[in-house]
């Protein structure tokens, strides 16, 4: 089982690359979110990858980082979605935007996926809103301290681990403890801050 290559990029398009590790080419498939993070054709590139293995076919997929990474293997346990269309929904919106849209039941901006119609908008969200949500749970439990550094730093770090950038994350944490009283909960300022990235 392939989980990780580094090597030399030998060929690159926004739907694969062909990643040469020691003389030895490997085709990988990916989403237009991890092309635009590739460096040069001919430079030295590291992806995270998935390893799809059925009984006629294998099929590698990389990603630019573990976050991607973990938003495909959720997506692709949901009814309907096999890999390819995984891909496709990474490819529609960046990884933080689903993983928003997921959790704020937004399926208008789900559907404007390509691929992706109503009912499997509706099918994501309910399979995985408590997925993405139990990530954050069980990692940040309530700190009973009041808005204190430390709990803005988990808040982020938890929007971190769903894939939004620290920037943004720490400017939605900030904005979230000004206009709200989170009473030391982690999980509300989260919410909280997830409301602010998704406006």
């Known amino acids: 089982m392939i989980a990780y290559l580094k090597g030399i990029i030998y060929s690159k398009s926004p739907e694969q690359l062909i990643v040469d590790v020691h003389d030895v080419g490997y085709q990988l498939e990916i989403s237009t979110q991890t092309y635009e993070e590739l460096p040069a054709e001919g430079e030295e590139v590291e992806l995270m990858v998935y390893h799809h293995i059925t009984d006629n076919d294998q099929r590698l997929f990389g990603f630019s980082n573990q ?44 559907s404007q996926i390509t691929g992706i119609g109503k009912k499997t ?20 439990a309530d700190s009973g301290t009041g808005i204190s550094g430390n709990l803005k730093e988990e808040a982020v770090s938890a929007l971190q681990s769903l894939g939004f950038r620290k920037r943004d994350s720490e400017e939605a944490v900030s904005l979230a403890a000004k206009e709200t009283d989170i009473d030391g909960n982690v999980q509300e300022l989260v919410k909280k801050a997830l409301s602010q990235l998704n406006k």
Not at 90 to 97: D, M, Q, T, V, Y
């Open 67 to 110: 976050n991607e990474k973990d938003l495909f293997e959720l997506l692709i346990t949901v009814k309907g979605v096999g890999p390819k269309l995984g891909l496709t929904i990474l490819s529609g919106l960046p990884a933080e935007e689903i993983t928003g849209a997921i959790v704020q039941k937004d399926k208008a901006a789900l």
């Open 121 to 140: 908008a509706e099918r994501m969200i309910l399979e995985l809103k408590d997925k993405i949500s139990e990530m954050v749970d069980v990692t940040y």
